[in-house]
């Protein structure tokens, strides 16, 4: 019997599951929790809020790395390219479960502006937010350091923080979700902290409504992002124009090729498929043509994010075709 694991072998997929994802899913059911007996037990509108969005993006998180999981499946025979898309499916309705939340605090906060509530717990709900801020805000760290690790940038220390927001179109969809929630997050435990302060210490208890009504916002716009990016993946979407032309400098890497007739460059995920057609010099033999291809092939094949390349071959034409994605 052979004692090698199978391709889609059920443990060798969760271990190439997104760990953002899952890390967020864990962080985000404890803070949930937390936020939740502190919400009950003092009644501030902010923290209800708080709560919404962390309930929300523990759910989403768990359920957005199930689907990673599923996405790193192996080709089969009836699906010969991949499950790459999977996870465009699994994030759309993790944009579900967020406008449902952000519906419902939308709500409470205008009901909490008609019918202000006066918050008790002023130090159990500081503890609380502190904590949040400190649990969103060490995930969100996490986060931006594979979006850099996905989006293969050097950057260490502060400058990882500016490389995570210039390449996070780059990095695969559930860390682009783990990144915008526990963004907001953050800042919805910022707000919602704010607004327990200045309620505690003054009469403008308006503002718990106020601040319960922008957090929802702030959930609706992650919503509106996730929801646009990952409608855009499953259409299919061109790579990065800088993906491309790393993927035309292996090719013309090969000493042979004259020209890139036609190439394209699909995203599927966080993975790529090539199909072009290269020119290569007058007068070789087929042999030595397919050789030429096939090296072309195993070269781009060593990249961990390309995951099919189909070449086709022509004799050089003579007229220049290709010309670099960031010149056109």
Same mark, same amino acid.
């Given at each position: 019997?052979?004692?090698?694991?199978?391709?889609?072998?059920?443990?060798?997929?969760?271990?190439?599951?997104?760990?953002?994802?899952?890390?967020?899913a864990?962080?985000?059911?404890?803070?949930?929790?937390?936020?939740?007996?502190?919400?009950?037990?003092?009644?501030?509108?902010?923290?209800f809020?708080?709560?919404?969005?962390?309930?929300?993006?523990?759910v989403n998180?768990?359920? @957005?790395? /199930?689907? *990673?999981?599923? +996405?790193?499946?192996?080709?089969?025979?009836?699906?010969?390219? !991949? $499950?790459?898309? =999977?996870?465009?499916?699994?994030?759309?309705?993790?944009?579900?479960?967020?406008?449902?939340?952000?519906?419902?605090?939308?709500?409470?906060g205008?009901?909490?502006?008609?019918?202000?509530?006066?918050?008790?717990?002023?130090?159990?709900?500081?503890?609380?937010?502190?904590?949040?801020?400190?649990?969103?805000?060490y995930?969100?760290?996490?986060?931006?350091?594979?979006?850099?690790?996905?989006?293969?940038v050097?950057?260490?220390?502060?400058?990882?923080?500016?490389?995570?927001?210039?390449?996070?179109?780059?990095?695969?969809?559930?860390?682009?979700?783990?990144?915008?929630?526990?963004?907001?997050?953050?800042l919805?435990?910022?707000?919602?902290l704010?607004?327990?302060? @200045?309620t /505690?210490? *003054?009469?403008? +208890?308006?503002?718990?409504?106020?601040?319960?009504?922008?957090? !929802? $916002?702030?959930? =609706?716009?992650?919503?509106?992002?996730?929801?646009?990016?990952?409608?855009?993946g499953?259409?299919?979407?061109?790579?990065?124009?800088?993906?491309?032309?790393?993927?035309?400098?292996?090719?013309?890497?090969?000493?042979?090729?004259?020209?890139?007739?036609?190439?394209?460059?699909?995203?599927?995920?966080?993975?790529?498929?090539?199909?072009?057609?290269?020119?290569?010099?007058?007068?070789?033999?087929?042999?030595d043509?397919?050789?030429?291809?096939?090296?072309?092939?195993?070269?781009?094949?060593?990249?961990?994010?390309?995951?099919?390349?189909?070449?086709?071959?022509?004799?050089?034409?003579?007229?220049?075709?290709?010309?670099?994605?960031?010149?056109?």
């Amino acid at each position: 019997m052979d004692s090698k694991p199978k391709p889609n072998n059920f443990w060798s997929l969760l271990k190439k599951g997104n760990m953002s994802s899952a890390i967020a899913a864990i962080g985000n059911t404890f803070i949930a929790i937390v936020k939740g007996i502190a919400a009950a037990m003092t009644g501030n509108g902010a923290m209800f809020a708080s709560t919404m969005h962390s309930v929300a993006d523990a759910v989403n998180q768990a359920f @957005v790395f /199930a689907g *990673s999981v599923l +996405s790193e499946k192996k080709p089969t025979r009836r699906f010969p390219t !991949g $499950f790459g898309r =999977v996870i465009h499916i699994f994030c759309m309705v993790a944009v579900i479960v967020v406008t449902i939340m952000a519906y419902e605090t939308i709500k409470e906060g205008f009901h909490l502006i008609k019918h202000p509530v006066h918050a008790s717990g002023l130090w159990l709900n500081l503890t609380v937010l502190i904590l949040s801020i400190l649990v969103d805000g060490y995930v969100l760290v996490k986060a931006m350091k594979e979006v850099v690790h996905e989006s293969r940038v050097d950057a260490k220390g502060w400058a990882i923080i500016t490389a995570a927001f210039k390449n996070i179109h780059r990095a695969a969809p559930p860390t682009r979700l783990v990144f915008y929630e526990d963004l907001v997050a953050t800042l919805g435990a910022m707000l919602a902290l704010i607004a327990v302060a @200045v309620t /505690a210490f *003054s009469a403008f +208890s308006m503002l718990d409504g106020i601040m319960t009504i922008s957090i !929802g $916002f702030l959930m =609706v716009g992650v919503a509106f992002r996730v929801g646009y990016d990952n409608m855009v993946g499953l259409i299919g979407v061109a790579a990065p124009p800088d993906v491309e032309d790393k993927v035309a400098r292996i090719i013309f890497s090969e000493a042979a090729v004259t020209d890139i007739y036609q190439m394209r460059v699909l995203q599927e995920g966080r993975y790529y498929h090539v199909e072009g057609l290269i020119e290569l010099d007058r007068g070789l033999s087929l042999a030595d043509a397919d050789d030429i291809k096939f090296k072309i092939r195993d070269k781009l094949l060593l990249d961990p994010d390309i995951t099919d390349v189909t070449l086709g071959i022509i004799e050089d034409n003579g007229v220049k075709n290709w010309m670099p994605a960031h010149s056109r």
